[in-house]
């Protein structure tokens, strides 16, 4: 018996104790089904021989090799991780594409008691729901887009409007990255797993309400938003922050606390604007930086860098409707006022 997953949501309230991904460890890195824990039949180093025998010996052989790694990986993960389930224990299983990983795994729980079902056509069939949701379907609820220069605080707003029940999508965090040269916050997940992420969001939204969505370009870091995305958000109304450069200066030092703790990071990261700033340039910020004068070289960079840059994505786009948010300052109280003003805003009826 196999599950028939025909939606993004379809196993939420699925009733399913678990969803095991059989996959190897890299295949689970890459990318999952949310939720799902990785119980490997075959480690990445096994499924590579198990393959090179299928293609260079025999498929007879490669299966007889594979099932007896898979029923000795299975007799460790019941052994370990699995110890503790009771008879009742209905796991959800899946390898790449409902093949013999998960049919296997699956057959050794039922033989103990376990009502183990296999989600149909595998971790693929997961995928194409989210290809269909990002490239295929189109984007429905209308998009607000809050934008403003560099150090405008447009993330701590957003962040903010989940709590007076305004839709958002903060693509930054789905990232892992602050979508500028310095902001890296460690590892970016793969493009499929950003998508994977994505997806659920997109999926979860009420079509009939705005969404507000921080502006970006094509890419936030190395991660590819998708077409559709992206042309709803070329498309959208624009809230812009706007702030003096000193304030902005001032919060995007204490922002980025980590890279002002992190002295070799923040080199490293000077170093790559290099070849637009000219290493001349470069040197003198990050003279700035090691004698400790960490808002003025903020404030360097909003000048000369980041603003620049904006002005010439500005002259670039389509004129659209935008409206301005101005602050003072960005503050704690300063933050609450334009998450206010925001709200406001995307819940005024439409005209």
Not at 237 to 264: F, S, W
Not at 285 to 309: F, N, S, T
Not at 324 to 346: T, Y
Request: aromatic share 6%; net charge neutral.
């Amino acid at each position: 018996m196999g599950f028939d997953m025909d939606k993004l949501g379809a196993l939420d309230g699925a009733g399913f104790d678990a969803i095991i991904d059989v996959r190897s460890p890299s295949e689970y890195a890459e990318d999952h089904v949310p939720g799902a824990i990785n119980l490997p039949a075959l480690s990445d180093a096994e499924r590579a021989r198990v393959g090179t025998i299928y293609v260079q010996d025999s498929a007879f052989k490669a299966r007889k090799i594979g099932a007896a790694l898979v029923a000795r990986n299975a007799a460790s993960h019941i052994e370990g991780p699995l110890a503790d389930k009771d008879g009742g224990w209905q796991p959800l299983v899946y390898c790449w594409r409902g093949g013999q990983r998960s049919a296997s795994f699956a057959s050794i729980l039922q033989q103990i008691g376990w009502r183990a079902e296999c989600l149909c056509g595998g971790y693929r069939s997961y995928r194409r729901l989210v290809v269909r949701r990002l490239y295929e379907d189109r984007f429905l609820s209308p998009v607000i887009l809050l934008d403003g220069n560099t150090g405008t605080a447009k993330t701590e707003v957003l962040a903010l409007l989940n709590d007076r029940d305004i839709q958002v999508i903060d693509l930054e965090a789905l990232a892992n990255h602050r979508g500028s040269a310095l902001g890296g916050q460690g590892e970016q997940p793969s493009q499929k797993a950003f998508e994977t992420r994505l997806a659920r969001e997109v999926d979860a939204l009420d079509p009939a309400r705005p969404v507000v969505i921080e502006a970006e370009s094509s890419k936030v870091g190395k991660l590819s938003l998708p077409t559709g995305l992206f042309a709803a958000m070329k498309d959208a109304r624009r809230l812009r922050i706007e702030a003096p450069v000193k304030a902005r200066a001032a919060y995007l030092t204490r922002t980025y606390g980590d890279l002002v703790q992190d002295t070799t990071v923040l080199m490293d990261r000077l170093d790559r604007l290099v070849r637009l700033q000219g290493r001349e340039k470069v040197q003198a910020w990050k003279d700035m930086a090691l004698a400790g004068q960490h808002v003025d070289l903020a404030e360097q960079l909003i000048r000369d860098h980041y603003d620049p840059r904006y002005i010439k994505g500005r002259e670039r786009r389509n004129p659209g409707e935008e409206t301005v948010l101005a602050a003072n300052d960005l503050g704690a109280e300063d933050l609450d006022r334009l998450a206010d003003d925001v709200a406001r805003i995307v819940n005024a009826p439409a005209k």
